[in-house]
């Protein structure tokens, strides 16, 4: 299987952008000489633009008004085919219990007859997760999904909710929020809202809600005057500062730390001097407990060296685990 296809070459794109510009205005030989240059190599300009001009690559028409610019000669809009490694992967995320929750069935029909003829690029059996716990969500069951489906339609319309919820010592409640963001944690395999709850007249109190403690929610007919848009980049959870580390290399350590972390925000610098790799971690403080622990994980190889708050959470489940072994070999 090819990783790379033809339909994304330089040329391919060059030309594909011509077109898209030359559908908001047509465009003088003069245009799309320099988009050439801008898109592509300088020597670019003598292969793509006389087989245009020619009528060799049958995608432009000559306005008859002026007789000096071109529109295009296709309708409708373009879009590259999906490569062979594409549907691959799409296969692969078909495949996935997840997939569910974000298509309906007449979606995911759609979707299987389209790939029948197609191998996935991987299996769910290739992946073997140790250090994920064992009790995430219950993807399969109707009333997970229908909530998850109602959250999303909020999300995208920008809608109240209200929500009854299973706390942890099994009470239940009911709040009236805001969603702005969805989560999804590996280690837990758990989705999480992100909203604001509805008190003192606004939407103004930050909570986050666990997925699978959702019961039933449905749509609010409050009128939502806040901005959604700016509650997800407000970044309100986010830690005031990052956590500091430092990568040895030994083990192969810098390679997996930036697997395992790939998917927090973060800054990395090399040390010359120690031959060592500096880290800065920026994370939403609902993951605090959950980047401890994948820090821990890797041993002496990573050591933390800021800020004094996490330092201190390092100290005491280090302390913690110590006690517990000379407890048992007692």
Same mark, same amino acid.
């Given at each position: ?15 594909? +952008?011509? *077109?898209?510009?030359?559908? =908001? ?15 592509? @190599?300088?020597? !670019? ?38 490569? #062979?490694?594409?549907? !691959?992967? #799409? ?49 399969? !069951? ?10 999303? $339609? ?14 942890? +010592?099994?009470?239940? @409640?009911?709040?009236?929020? #805001?969603?702005?963001? *969805? ?6 395999? =758990? ?61 192969? $350590? ?11 925000? =973060? ?24 980047? #401890?622990?994948?820090? *821990? $994980? ?33």
């Amino acid at each position: 299987m090819e990783l790379f296809d033809k339909v994304y070459s330089c040329y391919y794109q060059v030309v594909r +952008q011509i *077109l898209t510009e030359a559908k =908001k205005q047509p465009l003088t030989e003069k245009q799309m000489e320099t988009l050439i240059r801008k898109y592509g @190599f300088q020597e !670019s300009v003598f292969v793509i633009l006389p087989k245009l001009l020619d009528g060799e690559w049958a995608l432009l028409k000559k306005e008859k008004e002026d007789g000096r610019t071109y529109s295009p000669a296709v309708e409708g809009e373009l879009r590259p085919p999906l490569t #062979l490694l594409q549907k !691959s992967w #799409l296969k692969s995320l078909l495949a996935d219990r997840r997939i569910s929750l974000f298509l309906d069935e007449k979606e995911r029909g759609w979707a299987d007859e389209a790939l029948k003829e197609v191998m996935p690029l991987y299996n769910e059996a290739d992946f073997y997760y140790y250090d994920r716990y064992s009790d995430g969500d219950d993807y399969e !069951s109707e009333p997970y999904r229908e909530n998850f489906r109602t959250v999303l $339609s909020a999300l995208k319309q920008g809608q109240a909710l209200f929500i009854t919820y299973e706390g942890k +010592q099994k009470d239940t @409640f009911t709040y009236e929020v #805001l969603p702005y963001q *969805l989560q999804y944690s590996s280690k837990d395999d =758990k989705f999480r809202l992100c909203c604001r709850q509805y008190t003192h007249r606004s939407f103004c109190r930050e909570i986050l809600l666990n997925m699978g403690r959702i019961k039933t929610c449905h749509p609010s007919n409050r009128e939502v005057s806040e901005n959604v848009e700016s509650f997800r980049f407000r970044n309100g959870r986010k830690s005031k500062e990052p956590v500091v580390i430092e990568i040895s290399g030994e083990r192969n $350590s810098l390679e997996r730390c930036m697997l395992h972390f790939a998917s927090y925000e =973060k800054h990395t610098e090399f040390d010359g001097e120690k031959n060592t790799c500096r880290c800065s971690i920026y994370y939403d403080r609902a993951d605090e407990t959950e980047l #401890l622990i994948d820090i *821990l $994980s890797f041993g002496p190889v990573v050591r933390v060296l800021g800020p004094e708050t996490f330092l201190n959470l390092v100290r005491a489940r280090v302390g913690r685990q110590h006690r517990m072994m000379a407890e048992e070999e007692r």
